[in-house]
């Protein structure tokens, strides 16, 4: 991309300059009326590639970076906020309350509950004979009958 930006924008400087190759007489011409015609579009080429090689190369990337760390702070901004407005309201009131209600009289489950016992499982023991012993099904040496 950069190469190519370079080379056009060398390619038209002459254009720009003015400089005119008369290929019928081999002669070169400062100010000609093919100059006059050619000037106004190698300056637009030469300058819409000079600022179109930085914003492709520099600032679009730059650009797609920020919106990317941007996504990724809004949505820990927003799990933050999830998480605050989804507490349990009780933990956001405040714990002394001078009004007593019927409501408070009245005992309140435990948040943490006692914990079970475990259920108990029984004991499964695998016997395998001994290898190399008389009951081993499969016998380490092969003796002759």
Request: proline share 13%; glycine share 2%.
């Given at each position: 991309?950069?190469?190519?930006?370079?080379?056009?924008?060398?390619?038209?400087?002459?254009?720009?300059?003015?400089?005119?190759?008369?290929?019928?007489?081999?002669?070169?011409?400062?100010?000609?009326?093919?100059?006059?015609?050619?000037?106004?579009?190698?300056?637009?080429?030469?300058?819409?590639?000079m600022?179109?090689?930085?914003?492709?190369?520099?600032?679009?990337?730059?650009?797609?970076?920020?919106?990317?760390?941007?996504?990724?702070?809004?949505a820990?901004?927003?799990?933050?906020?999830?998480?605050?407005?989804?507490?349990?309201?009780?933990?956001?009131?405040p714990?002394?309350?001078?009004?007593p209600?019927?409501?408070?009289?009245?005992?309140r489950?435990?948040?943490?509950?006692?914990?079970?016992?475990?259920?108990?499982?029984?004991?499964?023991?695998?016997?395998?004979?001994?290898?190399?012993?008389?009951?081993?099904?499969?016998?380490?040496?092969?003796?002759?009958?």
């Open positions: 991309m950069i190469m190519g930006s370079v080379c056009t924008v060398l390619g038209v400087t002459p254009m720009i300059a003015g400089v005119s190759c008369d290929f019928h007489h081999m002669a070169i011409a400062w100010q000609s009326e093919s100059t006059l015609w050619w000037r106004t579009m190698s300056t637009t080429v030469a300058a819409d590639l600022v179109s090689t930085p914003l492709t190369l520099v600032v679009v990337p730059t650009v797609y970076a920020l919106v990317e760390n941007s996504k990724v702070r809004l820990a901004l927003l799990s933050q906020i999830k998480a605050w407005y989804l507490k349990p309201l009780e933990q956001r009131q714990a002394a309350q001078n009004t209600s019927r409501a408070s009289a009245l005992p489950p435990s948040p943490h509950p006692e914990p079970r016992p475990p259920k108990s499982r029984p004991s499964i023991t695998l016997t395998r004979p001994l290898p190399g012993t008389k009951d081993d099904p499969i016998p380490l040496v092969k003796t002759p009958p």
